[in-house]
């Protein structure tokens, strides 16, 4: 199965940019749908991000529309989610999640493998 390590995150002041990545080992992306998901403390863990298997198409919260790209890289096996104009809102662990053949689905469940998750901190 499919094993997800994240990277990237780390302290960013409001307003800027950061780069965080999902580096996928043991099985390609190119049959997984790949999304992003984050959970700030005391709240439930909620939607960011979404490609679908294909590649084809992808989802965005709400909230992050116009700010944040996910895009995915299959000759290095890696999914990348580029954010900018942070705020101290977007506060919180960045997780991968990897769907088998999924559609990019908005609800965690769908998800079978996750990785351990990277902090994002957005504050001056």
């Known amino acids: 199965q499919v094993q997800l390590v994240e990277s990237g995150g780390g302290l960013v ?13 043991k099985r390609t992306i190119s049959t997984y749908a790949m999304a992003w998901f984050r959970q700030a403390p005391g709240k439930e863990r909620e939607f960011v991000a979404a490609i679908e298997w294909s590649g084809h198409s992808s989802y ?35 997780y991968c999640g990897a769907d ?9 469940y769908d998800y079978e493998h996750w990785g351990q998750g990277t902090q994002v901190t957005v504050s001056s």
């Open 13 to 25: 002041q409001p307003g800027g940019s950061l780069r965080v990545s999902c580096a996928a080992s």
């Open 60 to 94: 965005y919260a709400d909230s992050v529309k116009g700010r944040f790209t996910m895009y995915r890289d299959s000759a290095k096996n890696t999914v990348y989610l580029q954010m900018t104009n942070l705020r101290p809102e977007d506060t919180a662990v960045y």
């Open 100 to 108: 088998y053949y999924g559609l990019g689905s908005q609800f965690q």
